[in-house]
C-alpha cells in the first residue's frame, strides 16, 4: 500500500485496548480444519483469532454479550430498504454497544442471504483487495460459510479482488463483526474483502464490482471501521465530526477528500467510502449516523481515545422519513415521534430556559423513550407575539435528541448574537418551536431541492449557512431565492450557490 494511502486512512494503526502479552499470543498462524470438498477447493476454516480476547471464548456468554448489547440499542429505523450499515471493529467492550446499534437495523423483515464485509488489512500489506475463499470463517458461535458464487463471480469481474493468503490469517477488523451476524442472519453467508489500498481509486472500482455482481440479490454490505485513534477526547470528538458530518450527507467523495487532508480519521476510511459508493449504485439515497461514543465513555480515560460510529444506509426511504400533512403552511416530515414525546421536547425545552434564570441544573427526560435518546439534529426556534426572538440548533446528529432540544433552547434564549438575552419578563409571551432534522444530503443540482420540504445548508471556503425549511414557506420563497438567502446568511454573495466550490446540502425537518 503506498504511503500517501497509509497517511490518509492510518490503516495500519492498531487499537491499544488488548495487552501486548496477548497479542503475542495471537501472532501465530491459526488452525485449518475442514477437509471436505466444495466446487475445486477443499474446505479450510479460518479459525478465530480473536476469541477470547476481542470477545468471549465461551458460545453462551458470547451470544449472551451479543444479545444484551442489541436489548440496549434503539428499535430499528423504519426508513426504507436496508443496503448497508457502518460498525466499528474494537473489542465489545470497547465498541460493541455502538456497533449494535447498526445491527439493531437488522429485523426479521429486513434479512439477508448473503453480507459483504468490506474491512482493513492491519497487519499485511499488499495492494488491491483480499478476498477470503477457501472456507468458511468460525466463531465460538459456529461457523459462517462463504458465497463462493459470488465470490467467484467477483474475482472473475476484476482480478484485483484476489486470495491473498496471509492477509486475513489474524485480521480483527473482519472477524469481529461476525458474531452479530450469527446471531441476526444465522443462515447467510459471507464474502470477506481486506483492503490493501483504500486511495479514492480502489474505492470506485472496487464499489462498481460489488454493485454489478450482487444487484438483484438478496445482500447487506457492511463496512468496518474505527474513527480517530490516541488523541484527547475533546480532538478526537472534532475529528469524527468530520467523518460524522460527510455519512451523514451520504458524501463518499468529501469523505475522501477530507481524510486524505487529515481533516478527519478512520482507520477504515476506505471500506466506509467503498460501502458508501456501492450502497449508492444499489439504490441507496439516505444515510444516517445512529451512535457516535469513544473508547473514553467505557474507560474513563479521556488522554487517549479511539472513536466509534454505527451508521446505516437506505433506499427508497424519502430521506428516511414520510411526508406528513402540512401544519399552518409549515412543513412537516415524519420524524417517527409520538404526541407525547413531542410533548416532553416541549417540556424539556421551556424548563432549560426557565432552569437558566432559577440557577438550577438543566431539566432530565421524564419519559422513559428510546427515541428520545437517539442522536438527532434538532433546531430551536423562539418566538415573541410572532417575531423571530432567537433560533440556534446542532446540524449533525451527535448528541441524544432530549438533549440537543435542552441545551439549543437555552442557546437559543440566551446565546443567539442576534438577539440581546431573553428576559424572565418575556417567558409569558415565548413561543418555542422544535425542528428536528433528518440528516443532510449533499446535493449537485439545485432542481434537488423541493420548496417547503427541504431545508439548505452550504459553505464555502470558512463560511457556512443554514436556512430551515419552514423560512421559504413564510417568506414566500422560491428556490432560487431560497438559496440566495442561504448564501446571505453564510455572508457571502447572494449567487455563491453557483459557485462550483460551494458545496449545498438539503435535508427536511418535523416542525413542531
Do not use: N
Not at 58 to 70: C, D, K, W
Not at 366 to 372: A, E, V
Not at 461 to 471: E, F, N, W
Request: glycine share 10%.
Amino acid at each position: 500500500m503506498p504511503r500517501a494511502g497509509l497517511k490518509a486512512f492510518g490503516s495500519w494503526r492498531w487499537l491499544p485496548f488488548v495487552p501486548t502479552l496477548l497479542l503475542l499470543v495471537l501472532v501465530p498462524s491459526p488452525r485449518h480444519g475442514g477437509g471436505f470438498q466444495t466446487g475445486a477447493l477443499a474446505e479450510e476454516i479460518r479459525e478465530s483469532a480473536i476469541a477470547g480476547t476481542w470477545y468471549p471464548s465461551s458460545p453462551v456468554e458470547l451470544r449472551r454479550q451479543v444479545a444484551g448489547f442489541l436489548d440496549q440499542a434503539p428499535a430499528a429505523q423504519a426508513s426504507g430498504r436496508i443496503v448497508a450499515l457502518v460498525a466499528p471493529h474494537a473489542g465489545y467492550a470497547y465498541s460493541g454497544q455502538v456497533a449494535a446499534h447498526a445491527y439493531k437495523q437488522i429485523t426479521s423483515e429486513r434479512a439477508f442471504d448473503t453480507v459483504v464485509v468490506i474491512a482493513p488489512s492491519h497487519r499485511i500489506r499488499f495492494s488491491g483487495v483480499a478476498v477470503y475463499d477457501r472456507g468458511g470463517f468460525r466463531t465460538p458461535l459456529g461457523v459462517v460459510p462463504l458465497d463462493r458464487e459470488l465470490i467467484d463471480a467477483l474475482k472473475k469481474r476484476d482480478p484485483r479482488i484476489r486470495y491473498v493468503p496471509e492477509a486475513h490469517s489474524q485480521e480483527h477488523a473482519l472477524e469481529i463483526q461476525l458474531p452479530f451476524l450469527q446471531v441476526l442472519l444465522p443462515a447467510a453467508k459471507l464474502v470477506p474483502l481486506l483492503m490493501g489500498d483504500q486511495d479514492w481509486a480502489t474505492c470506485q472500482w472496487l464499489s462498481e464490482a460489488i454493485a454489478e455482481t450482487v444487484r438483484g440479490k438478496s445482500v447487506l454490505v457492511v463496512a468496518s471501521t474505527d474513527l480517530s485513534h490516541f488523541h484527547a477526547a475533546e480532538a478526537a470528538r472534532r475529528l469524527d465530526h468530520g467523518v460524522v458530518e460527510r455519512v451523514s450527507a451520504f458524501d463518499p467523495q468529501g469523505l475522501s477528500r477530507d481524510l486524505g487532508s487529515g481533516r478527519c480519521e478512520a482507520c477504515g476510511g476506505g471500506p466506509l467510502v467503498a460501502a458508501m459508493l456501492a450502497a449508492r449504485k444499489l439504490g441507496a439515497d439516505h444515510a444516517r449516523v445512529l451512535e457516535y461514543a469513544h473508547s473514553g465513555d467505557v474507560t474513563g480515560e479521556q488522554g487517549r481515545v479511539v472513536g466509534y460510529m454505527a451508521a446505516a444506509l437506505w433506499a427508497g426511504s424519502g430521506g428516511g422519513d414520510g411526508k406528513e400533512p402540512s401544519l399552518d403552511g409549515r412543513p412537516a416530515i415524519a420524524s417517527g415521534l409520538t404526541p407525547e414525546e413531542k410533548g416532553e421536547l416541549h417540556r424539556m425545552a421551556r424548563k432549560s430556559i426557565e432552569a437558566h434564570f432559577r440557577r438550577e441544573d438543566p431539566p432530565r427526560l421524564q419519559l422513559d423513550s428510546p427515541r428520545l435518546k437517539e442522536p438527532r439534529g434538532a433546531f430551536v426556534t423562539l418566538k415573541k407575539r410572532g417575531e423571530l426572538r432567537g433560533c440556534i440548533g446542532h446540524i449533525v446528529a451527535t448528541d441524544p435528541l432530549g438533549q440537543t432540544v435542552s441545551e439549543m433552547a437555552a442557546a437559543a434564549a440566551f446565546q443567539d448574537p442576534r438577539f440581546p438575552a431573553l428576559t424572565e419578563g418575556e417567558l409569558g409571551d415565548l413561543e418555542i418551536e422544535i425542528s428536528v432534522l433528518t440528516p443532510l444530503q449533499r446535493i449537485h443540482r439545485p432542481e434537488e431541492i423541493t420548496v417547503g420540504v427541504h431545508g439548505i445548508y452550504l459553505k464555502r471556503g470558512g463560511r457556512s449557512g443554514l436556512l430551515l425549511p419552514q423560512v421559504a414557506t413564510e417568506q414566500g420563497w422560491d428556490r432560487t431565492a431560497f438559496l440566495e438567502g442561504t448564501c446571505r446568511k453564510a455572508g457571502l454573495p447572494a449567487d455563491a450557490w453557483k459557485d462550483p466550490e460551494t458545496e449545498i446540502y438539503i435535508f427536511s425537518a418535523d416542525v413542531f
